[in-house]
């Protein structure tokens, strides 16, 4: 059987975080990609564990070095996979996870077309837009400008292979574990 290179993308919001953990207790034989970002990291997050933070210098060094299969810029910070993970896996017989906004999914998409491109939907905008509201940490504009963001990641996800909706964690994980087989 050959290594399946799963990618998964989720607008912010929408549970997407707790649907990947579950789904990687679930289902072991996944790896999950570590990408590279210039973001800062939050509290609690470890270099190498939740991704390599590097600087803006070193990340246009893997461009212009083609190390990424795909990079995008989001919300003001760049963010990118490594080749080298996934070459990795695949020669390896390793079934590999990336966990990626939709630009990202896309560029993988036209690179490797086998790779099979998930996207996690909220069950509608109305509930999306309630589950923001209901953190109660963001401005109204800053509401305003995911919402705006999460558009156009729905308009995206229409080159998907899969759209899951995440109505119940459990229900999203079924479906995913389904998609890939297990
Ligand atoms: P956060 O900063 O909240 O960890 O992630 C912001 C967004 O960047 C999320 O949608 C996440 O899926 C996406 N992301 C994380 N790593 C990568 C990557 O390597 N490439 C791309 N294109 N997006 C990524």
């Known amino acids: ?15 997407k975080g707790t649907v990947i953990k579950s789904l990687l207790e679930r289902c072991p034989d996944l790896n999950l990609s570590i990408s590279c970002t210039t973001r800062q990291p939050r509290p609690g997050e470890k270099d190498g564990v939740n991704y390599f933070f590097v600087t803006r210098e070193d990340f246009n060094k893997s461009i212009n070095n083609d190390e990424f299969v795909e990079w995008a810029e989001f919300s003001g910070n760049l963010y990118g996979t490594k080749k080298s993970y996934i070459e990795k896996c695949i020669a390896n017989n390793k079934n590999v996870l990336l966990e990626i906004e939709t630009q990202g999914a896309l560029q993988v998409k036209e690179k490797m077309p086998n790779a099979v ?13 309630a589950r923001l509201r209901g953190r109660h940490t963001e401005t109204e504009e800053a509401i305003q400008k995911r919402l705006e963001f999460v558009k156009l990641e ?3 996800s229409k080159q998907y292979d899969y759209v899951v909706i995440n109505d119940t964690v459990d229900n999203a994980v079924n479906q995913i574990l389904k998609i890939i087989g297990v």
């Open 1 to 15: 059987m050959n290594a399946k290179l799963l990618v998964i993308s989720g607008s912010s919001g929408v549970g």
């Open 117 to 129: 491109l998930i996207f996690i939907a909220p069950p509608s905008l109305e509930e999306l837009e």
């Open 154 to 156: 729905i308009e995206n």
